[in-house]
């Protein structure tokens, strides 16, 4: 008998295993994407957990500071082996996104390299070192240091994890709105300054990168502080919905009623100020979209034909067969939000980009069919853009709705009596609550990439042209099996860790006698500082 052999086929070892992209037809920069989309948004389950609970722990060693309360200092050594746990699998999990720039995505990194190193050269300089440098006395200084000190601490890594998220969504931004920068061609070792509107084309590719000329005119570029306030508010939301979350739960089920009652109100008055907060900055970040990105802006409502008075679709779905939407709308809303006024028209999809724009890239296109097909070209997949900020949408709109009402229920003292069905069912949506969050901030992240296609910066450099040459879509398929294994196993530690800490619960009460040597000590400057 014939025995197969994968020289037979050109092809190399690890394809002969598995040809999984033979059989699904797909291309290495699908497959590329999907790997890419994959861990970061497993990745991006963590790092908003951890700034949240950071935010979340200074709420309550300041609350254990002021009063002297042992209940806040046992809250706040609770939460804290949660904040430990979400951290520890968030820098495992991001790591490997590094690796990803080099092996799949060569082209961009050495395109952007010049951008990218400054912007992760600062995170690890004012971020990852301020981070490190405080957390192992958060976690282990408990009774090694004086309260001050150890409230000092938690501040510091707080402020870490807001600082590392600075300078990720400033790198993420630039490459929606690029700043500060010129662009850069070296031939035979000869360095070319390139004018501010040079188009790259294939030639380029190789010999070109983005050089940077102004640093702050690069950190603050259009986008990047609304959308870091947007990121913000979004993490904030995620750790203050995980208090309310396993507080809800142990009100519940009548357990660490005290601790529980406490927590669950700390808790539910962050998530309160997140939330609103969170509409204030979404709305300003989708302004700047508007400006900024007008193609983006018009895929998430689906808008085809500029018009005035354009509705703000709430629910439905968009048909591109007939480049129309189907949805339940708000009329005139999407130009109110948009410009403050009702008559103002909206651009569609079928006027961007402009033909100017188009004839730029395309010099050989002369025929209106021309410049209709290209036109297309530079669409993102606008079902998936429209579903996802949608979704964002309407579970941020739910959570808004909840929080109003579970402080309505605080207020009225009805909250936790749990033996009012109502306030039972509201309990179990607070439990649920923590869902919200995720799905928003996951759908939020897939509405910012996916509608910035098909561009990877921003009409600069296209994604199908970063790509590394050498790589293969049997590699890629291969390594994300083994990604989704080893993340699936990540999440099951995670799951059964995280379980195990709430069926523990916080330390037992504390004696009184305790309550009172913490006041002496702040009171009257005790060595512990």
Partial sequence: MHRWS??????????????FSTITNMTVETLARAQFAFTIMFHYIYP?????????????????????????????RFWTRIFALTFSIGVATGIVMEFEFGTNWASYSRFVGDIFGSVLASEGLFAFFLESGFLALLLFGWDKVGPRLHFFSTCMVALGSHFSALWIVVANSWMQTPAGFHLEKIVNGQHTILPPDHIIT???????????DDFWAMVFNPSSMDRLAHTLMGAWMAGAFLVVSISAFYVLTKRHKEFAQASLKVGLGFATVATCLQMVCAD???????????????AME?????????????????????????????????????????SKPVSGLLDLPPDAYIQARHPEATTPEQLTTLRKTYWPYVPLVFQAYHLMIAVGSALFGLVIVSCFFWWKGWLFNTDWWVSRWLLIALVFSVLGPQICNEAGWMTAEAGRQPWIVYNLLRTSEAMSKVVTADEIIFSLILFAFVYALLFMVFIYLLTRKIQHGPDSEEHEEMTQSWKDIINHDAPRT
């Fill in 48 to 76: 908003p957990l951890t700034i949240g609970l950071g935010m979340t722990l200074v709420i309550m060693e300041g609350l254990w500071l002021k009063t002297g309360n042992t209940l806040y200092h046992n809250m706040a």
């Fill in 302 to 342: 689906g808008v085809f034909h500029t018009q005035a008075y354009a509705p703000m679709n709430v629910v439905g779905f968009v048909d591109m067969k007939t480049e129309t939407d189907h949805a339940i709308a708000v009329p005139g809303m999407l130009s109110f939000l948009c410009y403050h006024d009702f």
């Fill in 284 to 298: 300003a970040t989708a302004r700047g979209v508007v400006v900024n990105q007008p193609i983006k802006l018009a």
């Fill in 202 to 212: 294939a030639d380029d590719l190789g010999s070109m990168r983005a050089v940077v």
């Fill in 6 to 19: 994968p020289q037979e086929y050109n092809v190399s070892p690890l394809a002969s295993v598995i040809r």
